[in-house]
Nanobody
Framework: QLQLVESGGGLVQPGGSLRLSCAAS????????IGWFRQAPGKEREGVSC????????NYADSVKGRFTISRDSAKNTVYLQMNSLKPEDTAIYYC????????????????????WGQGTQVTVSS
């Protein structure tokens, strides 16, 4: 199983920003589609954003469009989620995940398509 580690979560005031990182070990992250998902207390896990392999397509949930940006740094074997204009409803544990199969240029934010998951990082937006 592919190893993924998220970092960058924390407590931020409404309107603030955070950048989450998803670092891979033991494999080349660029070959896989990567998704960011989140789960708030009492709610189901939902897809936030995803990026296809090797600079493929990006997708965003309607609730984060225009505020979040997903990107890759192949040299660092890391995918980022830049989150701006954060709202209290963005509070959740955020997980990154790698697609079950490599070389998927198109990504779809359905959790069933992702087979390896990180441990999650907490994001809390509160004043």
């Amino acid at each position: 199983q592919l190893q993924l580690v998220e970092s960058g979560g924390g407590l931020v005031q409404p309107g603030g920003s955070l950048r989450l990182s998803c670092a891979a070990s033991g494999f080349t992250l660029n070959y896989y589609a990567i998704g960011w998902f989140r789960q708030a207390p009492g709610k189901e896990r939902e897809g936030v954003s995803c990026i296809g392999s090797r600079g493929g397509s990006t997708n965003y949930a309607d609730s984060v469009k225009g505020r979040f940006t997903i990107s890759r740094d192949s040299a660092k074997n890391t995918v980022y989620l830049q989150m701006n204009s954060l709202k209290p409803e963005d509070t959740a544990i955020y997980y990154c995940a790698a697609s079950r199969a490599p070389l998927q240029a198109m990504c779809v934010m359905t959790s069933g398509g992702f087979g390896s998951w990180g441990q999650g990082t907490q994001v809390t937006v509160s004043s």
